[in-house]
């Protein structure tokens, strides 16, 4: 539905252009992951230590006293406190994918990458700045660079401050809320390093937004499967090295559909850090900052399972887009909420778009008033469909096209509403209930 939030313009495809220009800058071969909370699986069953040792009384005659060695269970080495395995272990807690929470630590590549943000003094007394309609933030961000040379990064190409909490608790999102010179003026600190040096250092950057406090934090990335660092040799064990690697992505399937939608040449990725705590189904909250390691001698190998949220799969030869919009079925409806882990139906429009590296305005009725009208003959996949779900002709809702079953119909995904959250409806143009209401198409072809 239409939500009061406010609107800005600059859409993100434009700032990433200004990163396309030097290979290397930030690009990583392997995809974005995090593990809780062990840096290296502990030892368990005969091969780990001796738990417990249990000495049962016999009579000679039968060959005495005997000892019962009790070894670590898989799961206790990870979890002594839990009463029992809450998942298969070792290190059960693991994410393969894009979106985490302020605090955790991830591994993109060659780097570990720990991100949090704050909330600074709201701007008065500024030349160009109405008082009191900005507000210094700082992302703090800790860099574990693993590889031998130093990585180059444009902070203000790279980082955004992606959503701002509202005093009013409205979600803000906009693409544009970068590291600029009059931040770090008002700041007063020195000019942001342009190198990720090796080991492990320290950025603050600081940046200008909407007051309120920061929800949502985005790190880019080219995804390059052919990108390759120098590591160290790293001995862990008197006759075992390990040379630390990365996982191997595997290229996507050739896209079908919004062909000039597809950011192939270089692909971005966006990794997002937003302030709320991820609870693993059935476990606690992680305590430690987590981030994989190098655990085996296979650096090709993936460790962990992605976190599939139980949507349909995508169709063969879906574009990004779609794939994107569908992973997130069976996340909740939230008024204002612009993701990544709760949404609203122009805000599910807005992210999924964001995840490729096309900015699209915010807002349902500002889709509608500003995008490129087309004809049901010239529908792709991932345009957008509008509706008045109250009748009339005011636009109040959005959602995605798709042909998710491959049947030549067009099927809807969107954040429906608070009681159904993200899902699919089929066939969209024949339902009884959405095929009155609809009232145009939209596109960023």
């Not at 990585?151 to 401050?161: E, F, K």
Request: glycine letters at 12%; hydrophobic letters at 35%.
């Amino acid at each position: 539905m239409q939500k009061p939030y406010l609107i800005f313009g600059l859409p993100l495809l434009a700032l990433l252009i200004l990163a396309c220009g030097a290979a290397g800058v930030l690009e990583t071969s392997g995809a974005p992951r995090w593990a809780c909370p062990s840096p290296t699986p502990r030892p368990w069953g005969t091969t780990g230590p001796v738990k417990e040792i249990i000495t049962h009384t016999r009579p000679i005659s039968e060959g005495g006293d005997w000892e019962e060695y009790i070894f670590w269970e898989q799961w206790e080495q990870e979890y002594p406190d839990a009463g029992g395995p809450p998942f298969p272990s070792p290190t059960p807690y693991a994410r393969v994918g894009a979106n985490y929470t302020l605090g955790q630590r991830v591994e993109v590549g060659p780097l570990h990458v720990t991100v949090g943000a704050t909330a600074g003094p709201v701007v008065a007394d500024r030349t160009g700045i109405p008082d009191g309609t900005r507000q210094l933030y700082f992302i703090e961000i800790t860099w574990v660079n693993r590889a031998t040379t130093a990585i180059p990064i444009n902070y203000t190409d790279r980082v955004r401050l992606r959503a701002v909490k509202t005093p009013g608790g409205a979600v803000v999102s906009d693409s544009t809320w970068a590291y600029s010179q009059t931040a770090r003026e008002i700041a007063g600190g020195a000019e942001l390093p342009s190198e990720i040096p090796p080991g492990t250092s320290t950025v603050r950057v600081p940046l200008l937004a909407p007051v309120g406090q920061p929800e949502t934090v985005d790190v880019i990335f080219i995804g390059n499967p052919a990108a390759q660092y120098s590591f160290p040799t790293v001995t862990v064990d008197p006759a075992t090295t390990v040379v630390p690697g990365t996982p191997t992505v595997v290229p996507s399937p050739t896209p079908a559909g919004n062909v000039a939608l597809q950011d192939l040449d270089p692909q971005f990725i966006t990794v997002q850090w937003t302030a709320t705590t991820w609870v693993p189904p059935g476990g606690q909250p992680c305590g430690d900052p987590g981030a994989l390691t190098d655990w085996g001698g296979d650096a090709n190998s993936v460790w962990g399972e992605p976190i599939l949220v139980g949507g349909p799969p995508p169709p063969p030869g879906a574009d990004r887009l779609v794939q994107v919009a569908l992973a997130q079925v069976g996340k909740p409806y939230v008024w204002g909420s612009k993701g990544p882990n709760t949404f609203d139906c122009s805000g599910l429009c807005t992210w999924s778009y964001a995840q490729i590296g096309i900015g699209i305005p915010n807002g349902s009725r500002n889709q509608f008033a500003t995008m490129r009208s087309v004809s049901v003959s010239e529908l792709r996949p991932g345009d957008l469909i509008f509706f008045s779900i109250a009748g009339t002709n005011r636009i109040d809702h959005v959602g995605l096209l798709a042909d998710v079953n491959a049947d030549g119909a067009w099927d809807l995904i969107h954040a429906a509403s608070p009681e159904l959250g993200v899902r699919v409806d089929y066939n969209v143009f024949a339902s009884a209930y959405y095929q009155s209401r609809i009232r145009g198409f939209r596109t960023a072809r």
